[in-house]
C-alpha cells in the first residue's frame, strides 16, 4: 500500500519506519527541512531502541523516503497519516493548528480518493473538524474528491515504541465506512499474525479510548504515589502491598510502582486535555484533577526527602553547601524524553534550596543541558558524579542504576546515603552494606521512617 505519514517526530517516524519494514511504499513528510535532511542522510533525531537501523534498512531497500512536498507525497498516496503535535494551549486544551494545518494541505493537494487518519492524540470532534477543513480547500478548488477521515490513536510506548507497533496489543480503528475499515484492516494486517485484536467503533469512540486508557495509567500511577506516602505515615511496606493488590486479577502489576510522578509527552497532556474536554461540555471530571494535582506534589517528595535529612531547616537556602548527585534525567528509561520529566521539578527544588547537583543519563544529557544549561554539572559515567557529594538520589529507573557497584559508591560518597525515587535496592541488603537507605512507602522495613 502507499502510505504518507505527516510528521517526522516521534510517532510519525516510527509509523514509517514499521510499515515500511512490512512490505509497504511509505513517504515520510515534515516542513522542518533540517530534519528532513538529516534523515535523508541517516541521522535519527530521537532515542529509540532499534529505530535507527530500521529506518536505514528500509530507506537503503526503498521503502521509506523523506520529503517536504506536500503535493508530492499527497497525491502519490492512498492512506494518508496525520502525526504532529497537539501540544497544551494554556488553557490544557489540546491545540490543533498541526493537526488542521495538514487537513488543509492535504485538501489542497489531494487528486483522487484518499483516506486520512488522525494518528495524533485528538480529543473528541476532531475528525468533523478535519473532514470539515478538508472539504473547505476541495470548495476553493470547485472539486469534489471523495475521501474518508480515521481515528486511529497509537499506544506506543517510550523505549518500547518498535515492539508495540510490530506487535500491538490491539489497533483501534474509528471509522463509520465498512470499505474503509477493511482497507485499514488490510494495512494492519502484517501485525496482527500472533494477536488478531483490531477494534472497529465509531470515530468518536476511537477518539475517547487514547484519552481514557492514558488517563487510566496516570489514575493508577497517583494512585500507588498516595499508597506509598500512607505507608510511610503507617510503618507498612509498599511493596508488600503492591504483590498483594496486583495479584487479584482484576488489578494486576502493571503501573502500579510508586516513584517520583508520571512525565513525558502523553500523560500530562492527555490528562489536561481530558479535563479541558469535560469543562467544554460542563462536565466536572473531579478524580482527573485529583491524579493531576497529586503528580505536582509528588515531583516534589525526593527533594523533599533530603532537605528533611541534610538540610539546615533555619536557613534560607537549607541545602547550601550541599552537592546531590542524581542518577536519571529522562522521564522514563530507554529514552532521552525530557518533556515534563520529574527531573526538572526535582533538581529546580535542589537548586533553590542552594544545592551543587551533578546529574548523570545514560542518553538524556543533551536534552537536560537543553533545561539547565550549566546550572548543574554533568558526567557521561554514572560513578564520575559521586566523589564528595553528600547523597546520591535515583530518578529514573535505567536498568544500569539496578546492580551497581555498591562498594563503589559508598567509597565516592561523603556519607553513604541513598535517597531512592525508584525503589530498586532491598532495605535490608542497604543496611547491611552500610547505608542509609530512604526509598518511597517502605517504612514498614524501618528504613525510611526519619524522612516520611
Same mark, same amino acid.
Given at each position: ?26 513517504? %515520510? ?41 506536500? @503535493?508530492?507525497?499527497?497525491? %502519490? ?5 496525520? %502525526? ?27 487528486? !483522487? ?99 481514557? %486508557? ?31 493488590? !496486583? ?18 509527552? =502523553? ?58 548527585? =542524581? ?5 522514563? $528509561? ?19 534550596? !542552594? ?59 561523603? @556519607? ?11 532495605? @535490608? ?9 530512604? $526509598? ?13
Amino acid at each position: 500500500m502507499k502510505i504518507c505519514i505527516f510528521g517526522a517526530g516521534y510517532v510519525g517516524l516510527v509509523a514509517a519506519a514499521c510499515f515500511a519494514e512490512s512490505g509497504n511504499t511509505v513517504i %515520510a513528510v515534515d516542513i522542518d527541512e533540517t530534519r528532513i535532511e538529516k534523515l535523508r542522510q541517516g541521522n535519527i533525531p530521537i532515542y529509540e531502541p532499534g529505530l535507527k537501523e530500521m529506518v536505514l534498512r528500509n530507506q537503503n531497500e526503498g521503502r521509506l523516503s523523506f520529503t517536504t512536498d506536500f @503535493t508530492e507525497a499527497v497525491q %502519490a498516496s492512498l492512506v494518508n497519516f496525520i %502525526a504532529v503535535g497537539t501540544p497544551p494551549g494554556e488553557d490544557g486544551s489540546a491545540d490543533l493548528k498541526y493537526v488542521l494545518g495538514v487537513a488543509r494541505e492535504i485538501g489542497r493537494a489531494m487528486n !483522487g480518493y484518499k483516506i486520512i487518519v488522525d494518528k495524533s492524540t485528538v480529543p473528541v470532534g476532531t475528525a468533523d473538524k478535519v473532514r470539515a477543513a478538508i472539504k473547505e480547500e476541495l470548495d476553493l478548488r470547485t472539486l469534489e474528491l471523495e475521501f474518508d477521515v480515521v481515528s486511529n490513536p497509537e499506544f506506543l510506548k517510550e523505549g518500547a515504541a518498535i515492539d508495540d507497533f510490530m506487535k500491538p496489543d490491539r489497533v483501534v480503528i474509528g471509522t463509520d465506512n465498512v470499505r474503509t475499515a477493511e482497507l485499514m484492516k488490510e494495512l494492519y494486517e502484517p501485525f496482527m499474525r500472533k494477536n488478531n485484536r483490531m477494534i472497529v467503533m465509531d470515530i468518536r469512540s476511537a477518539e475517547m479510548t487514547k484519552y481514557a %486508557a492514558n488517563a487510566m495509567l496516570a489514575t493508577r500511577i497517583s494512585f500507588m504515589n498516595q499508597i506509598a506516602g500512607l505507608c510511610e505515615c503507617m510503618g507498612a511496606d509498599v511493596a508488600a502491598v503492591r504483590e498483594g493488590i !496486583g495479584s487479584d486479577s482484576r488489578i494486576g502489576y502493571d503501573f502500579l510502582f510508586p516513584g517520583p510522578g508520571y512525565g513525558g509527552s =502523553c500523560f500530562p497532556k492527555d490528562v489536561k486535555a481530558l479535563i479541558r474536554t469535560g469543562q467544554e461540555c460542563d462536565y466536572d471530571f473531579v478524580l482527573l484533577k485529583a491524579v493531576e494535582d497529586v503528580n505536582e506534589r509528588q515531583k516534589e517528595v525526593l527533594a523533599d526527602k533530603l532537605i528533611r535529612v541534610l538540610g539546615d531547616q533555619d536557613a534560607e537556602k537549607p541545602l547550601s553547601g550541599r552537592t546531590i548527585a =542524581c542518577w536519571g534525567l529522562s522521564f522514563k $528509561p530507554r529514552t532521552d524524553d525530557m518533556r515534563e520529566a520529574p527531573a526538572i521539578t526535582i533538581i529546580e527544588h535542589l537548586l533553590t534550596a !542552594g544545592a551543587t547537583v551533578r546529574a548523570h543519563d545514560p542518553e538524556a544529557i543533551s536534552e537536560a543541558k537543553k533545561v539547565f544549561g550549566d546550572r548543574i554539572q554533568y558526567a557521561h559515567n554514572q560513578y564520575d558524579i559521586l566523589s564528595g557529594a553528600d547523597a546520591l538520589t535515583i530518578i529514573t529507573d535505567w536498568n544500569e542504576y539496578r546492580n551497581p557497584d555498591f562498594d563503589r559508591i559508598k567509597a565516592a560518597l561523603k @556519607t553513604p546515603l541513598i535517597v531512592d525515587g525508584r525503589n530498586l535496592y532491598k532495605p @535490608t541488603r542497604m543496611a547491611y552494606a552500610g547505608f542509609r537507605y530512604i $526509598p518511597l512507602g517502605r517504612c514498614g522495613s524501618g528504613i525510611c521512617g526519619e524522612a516520611k
